[in-house]
């Protein structure tokens, strides 16, 4: 058995800050890793992603990206490469190829159980990554056995696919750039949209990306927001990044050819059944999204800075047909695969700390978790700060959890 | 940059949000309590004229009393050869709809701390009756489409009136009884 004063779960970007951060303090780690570092972007994404963040805010403390093309968006060799960079430039102590199988509470603080042998530390960080599994739904269970179902993690590119129609669930980041790269493909893709979050790719010039760091949105804390439950729960920004720097949207994909339709909202007598709510949700969308150019243009015109950019405008409403289609035959070999592009969560099945709500959730204040001195978690959506599960999120929480970590072994030695 | 949900002493739209945010805190400590069974009986009078009766439901872990019964009659119009005594049993699924959300309004509305002066919901439903009757089978026998158009007075932006219709839309139970499929089990005896 060995033992660390603490011991990091992960070696993402969350792990490795945190790392970075420990090692300023100097108080001694390791971190445990089953893949290699950056294991989650080299072993669990598609071929053709690319960053939906801007090089430039691929930031970590005492790191940054130096390449020639900041605006652009990282493929995931880049981000494997950047943060193996990162790693090595900290010194970062990672065990790899060591799965964690067990973590209890012990006297002293935690006992962890790997295939390579146990640790023990006084305090532990959870930084295995918010997207350890894909979600999907219950209504999945009716699905006619003759389509395949898949997730996201499983999907590499279209040719993986049996040849025929797509059926891609969830209109989120994850959702819409498969829909698009398989309607490109030369398949039919049939888009069911739920709850979304659309944005233009650029405004006024610059990156919407820019823009949410510029103004505020990226930095505000999980104490200034109104419904931090709700703010936690929101989707991914309907964004891809690509050389183009093109917006995709809903209205991209139907010119494409996508067929969009209403949220799924069952699967009976192998019959897809399609939520009428999908005007609504588009409405939504579009008055939420102008919500956040008006913030832009507040914030532009305060500033006194009009002439920097290109004059304010607004983006052409979310186009819903007026009858769109409330059904689906699963059975008529029309769709052969359907995609469930229906959101991630991590895995704590291995986590034996009572510590998790009804909903499998680490109960947790801003990283902290509650009723388990010495635990703190890392990378999940709103953390501490609307960034918090971006690369460029990690830092600031990173370093907040670190204080907060380093006070109590300071208390506890006292 | 989010608009601020701020609870405004000075709105009123007969709304007790604080009550409702509290019974929201006090339902999400105890989701048991939140599970809840809304019933009706009716009674068959002549026709196609009948009456339900709503009384009790169950909630908060508990058989709820009011104290009072409500009725809701139905019946179908002259032109089914009908007496006419009530509204029509869709016309019914129609009101609850514009109630449900015109209720939701309000609510957010206070919420959000805009005040109405008025709001007036106005529905309609699309209909093929060849689907009832039995005339084609392709055609289904409830709605084809439902339009809702609100016509709201109140001291707010025509964005934030879309903003409040919308949100009222999403937090509907009834807008999501009509738009999704639900399990109906139908018994006899
Ligand atoms: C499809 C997709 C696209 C994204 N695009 C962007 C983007 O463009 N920009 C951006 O900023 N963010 C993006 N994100 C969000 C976020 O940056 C990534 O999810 C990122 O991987 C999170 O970093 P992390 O360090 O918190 O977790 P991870 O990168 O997932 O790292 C967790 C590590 O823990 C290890 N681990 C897990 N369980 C165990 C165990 N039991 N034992 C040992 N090791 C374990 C994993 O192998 C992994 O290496 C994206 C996420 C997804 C899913």
Redesign the pocket.
Known sequence: MRTATTVI????????AFSKELADRSIDHVL????E?????R???WDS?????PNW??RLPGYAYRGIDPDG?MTMPAVTRFLQDYAAHIGAPVETG????SVTASESGYRIV?NRGEWRCATLVL??????VAVVPKVAEGLPPAVTSLT?MQYRNPDQLEDGGVMVVGAS??GIQLAQEIQAAGRQVTLSVGEHVRVPRLYRGRDIKWWMDATGVMDMHYTEVDDVKRARRVPSLQLV?SLERATLDLNTLSRNGVEVVGRLAGLRDGRAQFSGSLKNLCALADLKMNRLLDGIDEWVSKAGRESEFEPAHRFAPTRVDSDPPLGKDLTDGSVKTVIWATG?RP?YS?LHVPVLDRKGRIRHDGGVALDAPGLYV??LPFLRRRKS??????GDDARDLADHLSAGLRRAAA | MTTAQTISPDVDNGVNVAALIDAREALEAAPEAAQFKWRATCEWVNGTHSRSTVEGFFGLGEEQSRGKTFTVEADHPEVFAAEDNAATPVEIVLSGLASCLTAGVAAVAQHRGIQLRSVKATIEGDMDLQGILGIDDEVRNGFGTIRVNFDIDADASEDDLKALVAQSQKRSAVFDIVTNPTNVFVTVG
């Open positions: 779960i992960g070696a993402g970007q969350s792990g490795l445990i890793e089953r893949g570092v950056a294991n989650s972007w072993k669990e994404r992603l690319q960053l939906l963040t805010q691929s968006y060591t799965t964690v199988s790997t930084a295995n990554g918010a997207c350890n996201p980041a994850t990044g991630y895995d291995w890392m990378g599960s971006f690369l460029d999120g990690a």
